[in-house]
């Protein structure tokens, strides 16, 4: 079975600081890995994703993530945050089910507040 | 610019009432999933479709939640008897399966339901 483990559950910055939220995931093959965003009252929008290729993925507004294997960790980063990324942030991984069927399982989500 | 879009945006019914909510997928998308948001328990996949065959719908209460695909643009999700514990936000994303997994999901914008 997959899993997705998001420690941060929420998060509180000033404008101008850096982001990073942690997110670890549990599944031996092959992954495929996402990072979503819930801005208030909206519904959940594709930030980046990685399949396969560079770690260091780029995604919208900013926005990378790392892809480390030997850690089973997809970290979100943002070198300066905006009053306009409060929002909640999910990480998702995609693997097999036991039913042998492709699956996507998300996190409990990060809520980040930034303050002007 | 194609969207995944959700009927009604907004329901308030009784408990007891039967509640159905539609979901049009984006065309070419193989792959249909419910979710279920509330604030205590977050995002809970609830059902999910490829090439309309139910794959996994152990997320829902089964005795009264029900998911169909009458056809390849009409994702549905019944409630029957709604309870006042069924208040949150349903969303419907879509996808498409190809060799290496589920490319990313396209979320709609949900439907508020309230029980009262």
């Known amino acids: 079975a997959q899993s997705v483990s998001q420690h941060n559950h929420h998060v509180i910055l000033s404008e101008a600081a850096s982001l990073e939220l942690g997110c670890n995931y549990s599944?031996?093959?092959?992954?495929?890995l996402f990072w979503y965003v819930q801005y208030p009252g909206q519904h959940l929008q594709l930030l980046l994703k990685y399949f396969s290729g560079d770690p260091l993925v780029k995604g919208i507004k900013g926005f990378e993530a790392e892809f480390i294997k030997s850690k089973f960790s997809f970290n979100l980063r943002k070198p300066s945050v905006q009053w306009s990324d409060t929002a909640e942030y999910f990480c998702a991984v995609n693997g097999v089910d036991s039913g042998g069927y492709q699956k996507v399982t998300f996190g409990t989500g990060t809520k980040l507040q930034v303050i002007p | 610019d194609a969207r995944v879009t959700q009927t009604p945006r907004h329901k308030v019914t009784e408990m007891g009432q039967e509640v159905t909510m539609r979901c049009q997928p984006i065309l070419g998308h193989n792959t249909v999933f419910w979710y279920r948001q509330t604030m205590m328990q977050g995002l809970e996949l609830l059902a999910y479709?490829?090439?309309?065959?139910?794959?996994?719908d152990s997320g829902m209460p089964k005795d009264r939640f029900s998911a169909e695909m009458p056809d390849a643009t009409l994702a549905t999700l019944k409630i029957q008897p709604s309870e006042p514990r069924d208040s949150a936000v349903y969303f419907c994303?879509?996808?498409?399966?190809?060799?290496?997994?589920?490319?990313?999901?396209?979320f709609g914008p949900g439907t508020r339901l309230t029980v009262t």
């Open positions: 599944y031996g093959g092959t992954v495929n």
């Open positions: 479709f490829r090439n309309r065959a139910p794959l996994d």
């Open positions: 994303a879509s996808g498409l399966v190809r060799d290496r997994g589920i490319h990313e999901q396209y």
